[in-house]
């Protein structure tokens, strides 16, 4: 199994739905139109002005993704061997035992 953690903003005038596409589009290339995304965060900021999803998506054969100038590399890794530093927001994310707990239950299907 493989895994991806796509997420992002919902913009102005844009439903969740149409964010999460954009998202995989942007993050992704778009080539995981038939894979089951499970919410697994929903993070909102203290003065309530920024709203962020992320998923989680099991693919079943790794791929080369899409990089656009949000990204600078990408890796086909383990969880427990997540590269270093990683982003503040995905820092919190695996330090939350019940999103990891949503993350190993999806793994496991």
Request: no cysteine.
């Amino acid at each position: 199994m493989t895994w991806a953690l796509p997420g992002g903003k919902v913009e102005i005038n844009e439903s969740m739905d149409l964010a999460l596409a954009r998202e995989i589009r942007e993050e992704l290339g778009g080539i995981i139109d038939d894979a089951e995304l499970i919410l697994i965060e929903r993070f909102v900021s203290t003065n309530r002005r920024f709203v962020y999803h992320t998923y989680f998506v099991s693919v079943e054969e790794e791929f080369v993704p899409m990089l656009n100038n949000e990204h600078i590399g990408y890796a086909w890794l383990p969880l427990s061997a997540a590269p270093r530093p990683l982003h503040p927001g995905l820092v919190r994310t695996f330090n939350t035992e019940s999103i990891m707990a949503k993350i190993n239950a999806a793994q496991s299907n």
